[in-house]
């Protein structure tokens, strides 16, 4: 097989000495331009009317469908958190989707695309960790219950990163080979049904990469949160004793 075939980051499309210009990086830059477009017309004439366009009733059920999800997993309220897991499910779908388009190549089917999507979660969740729990109580999480406990933790952080970045690169660049495979074979009647099962993937893929930055990033902000229910019921009762 062509390596060429296997990740889009050699499908070279200009280059002027040193300087190239990929697969990976054009359509990465369709998909944000698209992404941006796509947002200003949909928000440019909001109203509060009671009937609204189609556009505007399909940004609010994406909106509160995402809203909803990160508040049953963070427990909290999901303001804080949707600009960046929204933009992180809204771009994996968008690639993902747009694989339908003749001459389109996912860049979701890069490694180094979905290395920089899981490092962008990795970089998000001591900065809402910090966030939620300040400096000191976030690091001091690293060293429970005993210090020598740091190096694995910080195995543990690092595992993770490459871990949603490898999921996401296999299911999509396996998903577009076997739809390459299965083309050859039969040409008239897989197409169709793999590029419905391609979508339905592409989709949950998304769904499940967002879902898993979310809760690396509710471990971080909840653990504080924990230490301070359990001691509540602490201080109530010594307030109980000193009125006694």
Known sequence: MNIKDISPDQIVYWKWGVIS????????W?????????????TRNLSS???LSRWQNLLEILVMGIKDQIRDISLKEA?????????LFLFIAGSNLLA???????PTASLSTTAGLAICVFIAVPIYGVLSQGFLCY?????????FMLPFHIMGE??????LSVRLFGNMMSGSKIGAILLAIAPLFFPIIMQVLGL??????AYIFAVLAMVYIASAAQTHAKKDQKLKPNEHKKGENFNG
């Open 200 to 205: 339905l993937t592409g989709l949950i893929q």
């Open 139 to 147: 690091l001091r999480q690293y060293i429970r219950p005993t210090v």
């Open 79 to 87: 303001d804080r958190y949707i600009p960046f897991i929204g933009t």
């Open 158 to 163: 690092l595992s993770r990163t490459l871990a």
């Open 30 to 42: 369709v998909i944000m331009a698209l992404l941006v477009i796509v947002s200003w017309l949909v």
């Open 21 to 28: 210009i990929n697969a990976t990086i054009l359509f990465t």
């Open 100 to 106: 339908i388009v003749p001459g389109y190549t996912p």
């Open 49 to 51: 009317d009671v009937r």
